[in-house]
C-alpha cells in the first residue's frame, strides 16, 4: 500500500509582471492511500488546481509551509519527473502539445523512463499493452502514430491523457478536471479507463467542480475545497447534496467568509 | 592556379570547349568578386578557395523516365541542356567570389533533367560523399520541364578528419506547372568548411518546397533561395539548424517575388549550443509589379546555453504595395510547459529537453518527404543534441 498525505500545505505563486505574490492554498491537509478514490469539490479559483500542481512539483507554485509526503518521504525537493517515477501522476487539463513527438515514442520512453538501462520494454509487449489500452478507451491506432497532442481535439486530449495513466500505471493519479469539455460518451469512456485502473495498487483524486463526473467513478471520499482550504469532508453522497445546494449554500451552513469568484 | 594549368586538367578530364572556357572566366574575375554577403556575419578569413585538381565521378542508376547522370557525362551526352542550364539560368558564375570558384574548379556532380508531363512516385535519393582528403566542389542541376512532380532527396557526409572545404551549389530550373520537393540533409564532418548555395528559378504556377536539416558539424555559410519568376509560382522553406561546441553557422535564406500572385514563405529553426554561433537572415523581396504576392517568414532560434550567440533577422524589401507580408522572429529558451508535461511522465530532464528541442523542430521535420530520411533526421538531431548536451555538462 502506497501514502499520500498532504499536511498544513500553503502554496503561493508569484504573478511575473507585476511582481507580487498571491497565497492561494492557506493550510491544506489530505491522506489518501491506494484503493481509495478521493474527489476535489470546489468553486471557480479556489485553489483546486494550485494543489494538484504543487503536488507534482510544478515550479510556478511556492510551497510556505506545510509538506507533502509520498510513503511517508517529503517530496518538496524533488524535481518533477523524479515525482513521476515515484509513482505520481498528473491528468492536466491542458496537456502540452509537441509536433514531431509521435504518441507512441512519448509514451514508451515515459514506461522507459521508470525502467532501469538494461530492461527496457520489448516492442511486442508494449504494442500488446497499447492495443488493450485503446480499445477500452475506444481509441484509433493512428492516435499513437499522430504527434504528441497535436491537433487534437478536447475530448481527443483527455483521452490521451488517460492512454498514458493506464499505460504508465502510477501509485497515485491527480486528475485534473479531466471531464472539463467532454460530451456524455467521452466521459462515460474516461471514466471507464479510470475505473479500470482501480484495486489495491491504485489511488485517484479527482477534482472537478460538477457531480456528474461522480456518477461515473464513485468515490470513497468527498472533500469541499473553499478559500485554499479543504472545508468538509464526506462520502460520496456529499458530492449529491453539494449539487443540489450548491456552494454558497455550504459556505452559509459553515459560516465561512469566502467570496465565490463566480459570485455577484 | 594558372589558367593554363586550370585549361590542360579540364582538357584532360575531356571537358567540353565552351566548358572550359567557363572555367577559365570565372578563374579570371575570382579575385576581383566579393564574398557572399551574410549580414550580421564576419567570415572575411575563413580559407574558401584552395586549388583543385583531382575529379570525383559519381555513379548512377539510369532510369528509364529520367535523367539522372554525372556531371561530367551530362556535358557531352547532353551539351545543349547544360549550355542553358549550367550556371547560367539559375546562379552565375560571377555573383561573387565563392560561385566563381565553384566554376572554375567544379569537381564533382550531378545532373537531373526530368522531361515534360512526367510523374516520379518514389523519391530519388542521392548521397553525396565527401573525402576530407580533398576539396569538395560539388554541383547539383535539376531541370524540371513543364508538369513535372517528383522528391529529390540528397544526403551529405564526410569521410575522415582531415581539414578541407566544401563548395556545394544545388539549381533546380522548376517549369511551369512543376511541383518539386527537395530535401537535404547535410551532415558534413567537424573540421570541414563549407559554403552552400542552393537556389530555385520557379516559373508559372509552379511549386518548390525545400527541407533543409542543417546538421553539418563544421563551419558554414549557407545561401537558400528561390527566385519566384512565374505568375502564381510558390516556395516554401523550412530550415532547421543545429549548432554546437564552437561552431559558427551564417545562414542567409531568400525568397524574391518577381510573379504576380507568387507565395513565398520562409520558416526557420535554430537550435544553438555551447559556444557556438548562428545567425538567420530570413529575407523577402517583393519586386515592383508582383502584385497580388505573398511573403512571409518565421525566424525562431533556442539558446541552449549563456555562451552560445544567436540572431534571427527578419529582412523585408517591399516595392509593391498590394502584397501580404509578414515576419515572425524570435530569440527565445526551451518552451516550459513542455518540459513540464514530459517530465511530468517520469522522463528525465535532458531527453525531456531533447523531445522538446525536437518539437521546436517539428515544422520542418514533419513536412520531410520520405518517412526513413525524416527518422535519419530524427536520429542525427538526437545524437548532435546528446552530444551537446555532453560538452556542456563538461565545461560546467
Known amino acids: ?264 | 592556379m594558372t589558367p593554363d594549368k586550370l585549361v590542360q586538367i579540364a582538357t584532360e578530364n575531356n571537358e567540353p570547349e565552351w566548358f572550359v572556357q567557363k572555367r577559365r572566366m570565372a578563374l579570371d574575375v575570382m579575385d576581383e568578386l566579393p564574398l557572399p554577403e551574410i549580414q550580421r556575419f564576419d567570415f572575411h578569413n575563413w580559407q574558401m578557395t584552395p586549388d583543385v585538381s583531382q575529379k570525383i565521378r559519381t555513379s548512377l542508376q539510369p532510369n528509364q523516365n529520367f535523367v539522372l547522370t554525372d556531371i561530367f557525362d551530362a556535358i557531352n551526352e547532353y551539351p545543349e541542356l547544360l549550355q542553358k542550364y549550367y550556371m547560367q539560368k539559375v546562379i552565375k558564375p560571377d555573383e561573387n567570389k565563392f560561385t566563381a570558384y565553384h566554376t572554375a574548379f567544379m569537381n564533382q556532380g550531378i545532373f537531373l533533367y526530368v522531361p515534360k508531363n512526367t510523374v516520379i512516385e518514389d523519391p530519388i535519393e542521392i548521397n553525396l560523399e565527401q573525402n576530407s582528403q580533398a576539396p569538395f566542389i560539388s554541383h547539383i542541376l535539376i531541370v524540371a520541364e513543364e508538369n513535372t512532380q517528383f522528391s529529390f532527396i540528397q544526403k551529405m557526409t564526410t569521410t575522415g578528419d582531415q581539414s578541407a572545404i566544401a563548395n556545394c551549389i544545388v539549381e533546380i530550373v522548376a517549369q511551369a506547372n512543376s511541383n518539386i520537393k527537395y530535401a537535404a540533409v547535410d551532415e558534413l564532418g567537424e573540421n570541414v568548411t563549407s559554403y552552400l548555395s542552393r537556389r530555385a528559378y520557379v516559373g508559372q504556377n509552379a511549386y518548390v518546397d525545400w527541407s533543409i536539416g542543417m546538421m553539418n558539424s563544421g563551419n558554414t555559410i549557407a545561401d537558400f533561395d528561390t527566385d519566384l519568376y512565374g505568375e502564381g509560382s510558390h516556395s516554401e522553406i523550412k530550415v532547421v539548424d543545429i549548432t554546437s561546441g564552437r561552431q559558427q553557422q551564417g545562414i542567409n535564406t531568400r525568397v524574391t517575388n518577381y510573379g504576380k500572385h507568387s507565395i513565398g514563405h520562409i520558416n526557420q529553426r535554430g537550435v544553438i549550443m555551447d559556444r557556438s554561433r548562428l545567425i538567420f537572415n530570413g529575407i523577402g523581396h517583393i519586386i515592383n509589379g508582383a502584385s497580388g504576392s505573398n511573403a512571409e517568414q518565421q525566424n525562431r532560434v533556442l539558446m541552449m546555453s549563456s555562451k552560445a550567440h544567436g540572431d534571427a533577422n527578419p529582412i523585408l524589401l517591399i516595392d509593391e504595395n498590394d502584397v501580404i507580408a509578414g515576419h515572425a522572429a524570435s530569440v527565445g529558451q526551451v518552451d516550459q510547459k513542455q518540459l513540464y508535461y514530459l517530465m511530468s511522465r517520469g522522463i528525465d530532464k535532458k531527453t525531456a529537453q531533447r523531445l522538446v528541442i525536437r518539437g521546436f523542430l517539428g515544422d520542418v521535420l514533419v513536412s520531410i518527404p520520405s518517412k526513413q530520411i525524416r527518422e535519419q533526421l530524427i536520429q542525427t538531431i538526437e545524437r548532435k543534441l546528446e552530444n551537446g548536451q555532453q560538452v556542456s555538462e563538461n565545461s560546467k
Open chain 1, 1 to 264: 500500500m502506497a501514502t499520500l498525505e498532504v499536511k498544513n500545505l500553503h502554496v503561493e505563486i508569484e504573478d511575473e509582471e507585476r511582481k507580487t505574490k498571491k497565497e492561494i492554498l492557506k493550510g491544506v491537509n489530505l491522506e489518501m492511500k491506494t484503493g481509495e478514490i478521493h474527489a476535489i469539490m470546489g468553486p471557480n479559483g479556489t485553489g483546486k488546481s494550485t494543489l494538484s500542481q504543487t503536488i507534482m512539483g510544478q515550479s510556478n507554485y511556492h510551497v510556505t509551509e506545510g509538506d507533502i509526503l509520498l510513503n511517508g518521504e517529503s517530496i518538496l525537493e524533488m524535481p518533477v519527473d523524479e515525482r513521476a517515477r515515484k509513482g505520481l501522476f498528473l491528468a492536466m487539463q491542458y496537456p502540452a502539445e509537441i509536433q514531431g513527438v509521435t504518441n507512441a515514442e512519448f509514451l514508451r520512453a515515459a514506461i522507459n523512463a521508470r525502467r532501469p538501462e538494461n530492461d527496457k520494454i520489448s516492442v511486442m509487449d508494449f504494442l500488446k499493452e497499447l492495443d488493450k489500452n485503446l480499445e477500452l478507451l475506444d481509441m484509433s491506432q493512428k492516435m499513437t502514430e499522430r504527434y504528441l497532442n497535436e491537433g487534437f481535439s478536447g475530448g481527443e486530449k483527455k483521452r490521451n491523457e488517460i492512454l498514458q495513466l493506464l499505460m504508465i500505471k502510477p501509485n497515485f493519479a491527480l486528475l485534473d478536471e479531466i471531464d472539463s469539455g467532454l460530451d456524455i460518451d467521452a466521459l462515460k469512456v474516461v471514466s471507464k479507463g479510470v475505473n479500470s485502473m482501480r484495486g489495491d495498487n491504485f489511488g485517484a483524486l479527482i477534482i472537478t467542480h460538477y457531480q456528474r463526473l461522480l456518477n461515473y467513478i464513485q468515490p470513497d471520499v468527498v472533500h469541499v475545497m473553499m478559500g485554499g482550504r479543504i472545508v468538509k469532508n464526506g462520502p460520496a453522497d456529499l458530492a449529491l447534496k453539494l449539487e443540489k445546494e450548491g456552494y454558497a449554500g455550504l459556505r452559509d451552513e459553515l459560516g465561512l467568509d469566502v467570496k465565490l469568484v463566480d459570485e455577484d
